[in-house]
């Protein structure tokens, strides 16, 4: 059934699995650092997103060209719904290089190493001690 189908639509099974197979294969490493591993996840997320997004453009030029010659309210309510896929994969993308910023700005604003240092003598440490005590 699936090749009369692409036969259909002059899609190529195997082009469309590779892509599909692609965009859900995923390396999974262990985390070196929880910096790394953030920037990590960041790269694959914006990379399927990317992918997703450019895979939905042609798909979106494609069906409009079935709907405008077919004339069938149901292939432009498929459309539609390719379209708010695409544009919430937008969206997305760019909620996720504002929450990396975000991160990135935690980190910068983090302390790096703080050294706390006392200069006194001996006899102003002891004064030091005995009102601590009372």
Known sequence: MDDKIAKTFGLNIKD???????LITTSINGPIDNRQAVL????????NLLEIIA???????EFSLI?????NDKYYMALSSMMKTVSDSN????ELQEKIREI??????EPKHVTNQVIMTTADFQKYLKKGRE
């Open 16 to 22: 469309v699995t590779e892509q599909t197979s692609r």
């Open 40 to 47: 990590s996840d960041f790269e694959k997320a914006r990379t």
């Open 55 to 61: 895979i939905g453009q042609e798909a979106i030029a």
């Open 67 to 71: 709907c405008s010659q077919a004339q």
């Open 91 to 94: 969206k997305q993308l760019l």
């Open 104 to 109: 990135e700005n935690l980190a910068k604003n």
